[in-house]
């Protein structure tokens, strides 16, 4: 089945359909199992919890297991104690992604006599597709079936739609390429808001239905927010790989857990986090918020494939998370209260997480791990706490590792119960009888699952108009007596929920002397003023709440409160504030000292100021004089120096400042105006420069004279290019001294460039240097010179030699010959470097790429042969026979410039370690026809330079001034001036034809190694 027809046609289908409903609707499909991987045997559920490792005085039991439930992607509770399930089935292996013929459906269980099993199923709706995530609650039952939003209402609660389903949100859309890592994680937060999660290689456009395209809110991975009452979509965060559990403390902090690189975080709105496999959409957040952890539960210098089966006990399992809760029930002992725990897929297990309060947020520390399944298929997905503190676990239940590689076994799935011995049978079974004043005193309960679920309640009677009057009484009176902050907390809650925390009542906690009430005071005065993107803009309609007399008490509090996560909540403000007020609040944020090396705040003020480089640059240069956190006067000075040339004055101002601080200060400065004029050649002088450049020369420190050497010769002081030259020839100095030199020499082209570089191209590890500067020059000579030098360059920098040699036609003839000749091995040149020799359709030129490499067959048809007769080639007997160390070998060859396996590669492509490698026909495809599905953020653009190089690569960034391209071996930034045409491929940076310059055998071993599931020893001639 063709994959890209597929995921065309299934999402041109989806567009309200994603609920069938009335004369659509039909019997629930058969299911089917596409599973081929059956080597291991489904272990039955009471097994399981015979052999599952618990602490001591914990039990388990099966509360459901197939067929009762199967496939259960997420859960959640009623207020009638009950279990909800959502069922996803239309999920399926790669080649077809989604099957559309088949239904999801959510089922409600209710254990009535409170012994750990289900006593009664009940459907509650089998008609949605693409489902990912059920809630409950203000009248009705909310599902993610992306790209929609789904609101299905039961306001009578009979357990039966009461009409039509709502598309609530659209624009959840998984992508083409990518039909993983999507829209996911519905729960209510205790600000009544909707949360859910998104994984960032699934971009979104999000919006009310018929929302116009310019209107919509860009989705870019991380934490979301809907507010169904004012019907507002806030996208919190952005970055992560994909988060798949999240939930918030005692004291109503958010945190989510992320399944690979990097599994914890405390989320803020307005953060942009770490993304491994893609790029910031911002290009002018320059820097990302790292997760909240201090460990990894792998050994990042090893195979995650070795933490498998309790070999990495002491790191924590493996690197894949799903699920996440907070324990804050009444039934595990207190020793797990206010613990994290998340599922560990590979280490079949559950990481506990302890939260300590560092600086303005949390780092997480691995508690002891617990809960070892015996089972291979478990697949946990989802965690919770129920009304009678035990915990719930649902496991998909499946042989699939990661994506689903082999198919899908629809026919298994369990929910499994933990408890602290047995648990008391809760005397509430259903809050909905409850009274008013019964629901605000459950605040109190210990477990915090009744205080959770009555603030549901009470919202939705406030949402009807129900509320007593004498309501609003209680609920102050309690808020009163309650001393112990968490319970004020949820009281606190409780009254935002019914509509009584007006302006008056909050500006009053903000004088509270806790600062965890502080903080939600200010959240919640806020609560109604937009966010902005993720792009730093603000959202349409944004701006119409009145900010002045909030503003005041704000300001004043930066500038006074002793506590870093209530400025933390006024630096995630500034996204909330009209631009021209962000100035005000900032100014006393970037003066405290204290924060300068704080996890979160330096870059969360940073992101708040960005909109104010286009709109209000002087403010950010005062801000930058008064600024004591290094990293964020850096990123002022870097985004006024971009507009340098039509707005000098900002950038003047900060300099003329500079000349007065100290070494450190100016450091961040001259460092931030290195950074934004990366890849210039010539830039007229600021005006202050020659004041500061006086003061910094008198310092000492090696790294601030260095940085001003750099810029004084952009900024055409001859005299410093003179002493780089002399630094680039002295055979003395340290070589990356040198290195730096002679790329600023490079950089400024002196008429002296081609002497120098030549003089330098014997001199190993700085002759890579010389020959980018060679490069330069559209000479025949040069190639010449450049082959004939080839063994004088270091194995490992001989990539970026060949990478020189194919940026021009000229040089490429040179390259070939010297193959034909024997003096450069013809393995050297890699498929991309063959495909860019191609690119420049020169007739001669490839004639002699076919002679002396090897034709490149890239139609459809070829494609697909090569596939098949790869396939007949690499049969198991054939795999078995590899060798699977000289398969490793030829990975760093050939792979691991651009992709990370266990730990080890570049970072221009996608990590492998996680992908379905052990599924021939998955590495097949990848290898053959790279370009078949690929993620936006891997595909290539071709750049042709006026001086007549050509470089192929990924766009990371590009700004009025200058472009950076990474390629195969670099990173490179050449100034928009000097390209002559920008084409953007819809190809893969990884080019086809990559086996074709091999042997057979050399293939075998390669794709043996690759589908191994496991590290293996260099040969021992390659250590």
Not at 296 to 317: I, N
Not at 745 to 751: C, L, M, Q, R, T
């Amino acid at each position: 089945m063709n994959i890209r027809f597929v995921s065309q046609s299934f999402l041109a289908a989806l567009t309200g359909m994603l609920v069938l409903g009335g004369a659509q609707a039909s019997d629930f499909p058969k299911l089917y199992n596409s599973e081929t991987d059956m080597s291991v045997k489904l272990m039955p559920a009471e097994q399981v919890v015979k052999e599952l490792k618990l602490p001591p005085g914990f039990k388990a039991t099966v509360y459901a297991a197939e067929p009762d439930v199967q496939n259960p992607i997420a859960m959640t509770w009623d207020s009638r104690g009950r279990l909800w399930v959502a069922e996803n089935y239309t999920y399926s292996e790669r080649k077809v992604k989604f099957d559309m013929s088949l239904h999801d459906r959510v089922l409600i269980f209710s254990d009535i006599d409170g012994d750990g099993k289900f006593d009664r199923r009940t459907v509650f709706t089998d008609k949605v597709q693409m489902l990912t995530s059920v809630e409950v609650g203000l009248g009705g039952v909310w599902l993610m079936c992306p790209p929609q939003l789904i609101f299905i209402p039961d306001r009578d609660g009979d357990d039966k739609p009461d009409g039509p389903a709502e598309i609530v949100l659209d624009g959840f859309t998984p992508p083409a390429e990518n039909y993983h890592n999507f829209a996911n994680g519905l729960r209510f937060g205790p600000d009544g808001w909707l949360y859910g999660r998104c994984g960032a290689s699934s971009p979104g456009e999000i919006g009310l239905p018929g929302t116009s395209a310019n209107e919509r809110i860009p989705l870019r991975g991380g934490m979301w927010r809907y507010n169904p009452q004012t019907k507002v979509f806030e996208s919190l965060t952005s970055g992560t790989t994909n988060p798949w559990g999240h939930g918030w403390d005692k004291y109503g902090e958010l945190f989510f857990i992320n399944t690979v690189n990097g599994h914890l975080w405390n989320a803020f709105p307005g953060a942009h986090f770490v993304r491994p496999h893609t790029i910031d959409p911002n290009p002018q957040t320059y820097g990302l918020i790292d997760m909240h952890a201090d460990h990894w539960h792998f050994d990042t210098g090893k195979s995650w494939t070795a933490s498998r089966d309790g070999k990495a006990d002491s790191f924590g399992g493996g690197h894949a998370h799903i699920g996440m809760m907070i324990y804050q029930g009444d039934n595990w002992p207190i020793e797990y209260q206010d613990k994290l725990f998340t599922l560990n897929m590979h280490g079949r297990r559950m990481n506990q997480e302890i939260l300590q309060r560092q600086g303005s947020g949390y780092v997480g520390k691995h508690g002891q791990d617990m809960l070892l399944f015996p089972d291979k298929w478990f697949r946990g997905m989802e965690i919770s706490y129920g009304p009678d503190g035990g915990v719930y676990i649902a496991d998909w239940s499946d042989t699939g590792e990661c994506h689903d590689s082999t198919g899908v076994h629809r026919e298994s799935g369990r929910i499994y119960k933990i408890t602290n011995g047995k648990p008391k049978r809760p005397a509430l079974r259903d809050l909905r009888i409850l009274t008013d004043g019964q629901l605000i005193n459950l605040q109190r309960h210990y477990n915090e699952w009744y205080a959770r679920m009555c603030r549901l309640e009470l919202a939705d009677r406030a949402q009807r108009g129900t509320l007593l009057k004498s309501s609003a009484k209680d609920v102050f009176d309690l808020y009163k007596s309650e001393h112990d902050v968490p319970l004020k907390l949820r009281v606190f809650w409780a009254i935002h929920s019914m509509g009584l925390a007006d302006e008056e009542f909050l500006e009053k906690q903000l004088k509270h002397e806790s600062e965890y009430i502080r903080a939600w005071a200010i959240r919640l005065l806020t609560d109604k003023w937009m966010l902005d993107t993720t792009m730093s803009q603000r959202p349409p309609g944004a701006d119409k709440e009145p900010v002045d007399t909030v503003l005041k008490e704000l300001v004043r509090h930066a500038k006074s409160d002793k506590s870093a996560l209530v400025r933390l909540v006024l630096a995630s403000t500034l996204q909330r504030l009209p631009i021209d007020r962000r100035a005000e609040l900032a100014e006393e944020l970037v003066d405290h000292k204290e924060d300068a090396d704080d996890h979160n705040l330096p870059m969360m003020v940073w992101y708040g100021l960005i909109p104010l480089g286009k709109s209000h640059p002087d403010q950010l240069a005062s801000l930058a004089a008064k600024c004591d956190l290094p990293l964020t006067r850096q990123f002022i000075t870097r985004r006024l120096a971009e507009d340098m040339e039509k707005n000098p004055a900002p950038l003047n101002t900060v300099l003329q400042a500079a000349a007065r601080k100290s070494d450190v200060y100016q450091l961040d400065v001259l460092t931030g105006l290195s950074e934004a004029m990366r890849g210039w050649r010539k830039a007229d002088k600021p005006a202050a420069w020659d004041a500061l450049s006086k003061s910094a020369g008198k310092s000492k420190d090696e790294k601030l004279a260095t940085v001003l050497r750099e810029l004084s010769v952009v900024f055409g002081d001859g005299r410093a290019l003179d002493d780089v030259k002399v630094l680039a020839l002295n055979k003395d100095a340290e070589i990356d001294a040198r290195k730096a030199a002679l790329q600023t020499i490079i950089d400024s082209k002196p008429d002296d460039l081609r002497q120098i570089c030549e003089q330098l191209l014997s001199v190993r590890f700085l002759n890579p240097v010389a020959a980018r500067g060679l490069a330069q020059f559209n000479d025949p000579a040069i190639g010449d010179k450049l082959v004939k030098a080839y063994r004088s360059f270091h194995g490992s920098e001989r990539p970026q030699l060949i990478a020189t040699l194919v940026s021009r036609p000229v040089f490429a003839k040179s390259l070939l010959e010297a193959i034909r000749a024997n003096v450069v091995p013809k393995d050297d040149l890699s498929a991309f470097h063959a495909r860019q020799i191609r690119s420049y359709n020169d007739e001669k030129l490839n004639q002699l790429l076919g002679e002396v490499w090897g034709e490149i067959r890239d139609t459809d048809a070829d494609k697909k042969k090569q596939m098949a007769d790869w396939k007949a080639k690499l049969t198991p007997a054939v795999l078995a026979k590899a060798n699977k160390s000289a398969g490793r070998e030829m990975f760093a060859l050939v792979c691991a410039n651009c992709h990370t396996l266990y730990g080890e590669g570049g970072k221009i492509g996608p990590d492998l370690t996680g992908a379905g490698r052990d599924n021939l026909d998955y590495l097949l495809e990848n290898i053959i026809d790279p370009s078949g599905v690929v993620n936006a953020d891997f595909r290539m653009s071709v750049v042709d330079l006026k001086d007549g190089r050509t470089l192929n690569g990924v766009i990371r960034s590009k700004n009025a001034r200058t472009l950076s391209v990474q390629t195969m071996t670099e990173l490179t930034t050449v100034e928009l001036g000097e390209v002559d045409k920008l084409t953007e491929s819809k190809l893969s940076l990884m080019p086809e034809g990559m086996m074709e310059a091999f042997t057979e055998e050399q293939v075998r071993d390669l794709i043996a190694y690759l589908m191994n599931r496991g590290q293996v020893p260099l040969p021992v001639a390659a250590k």
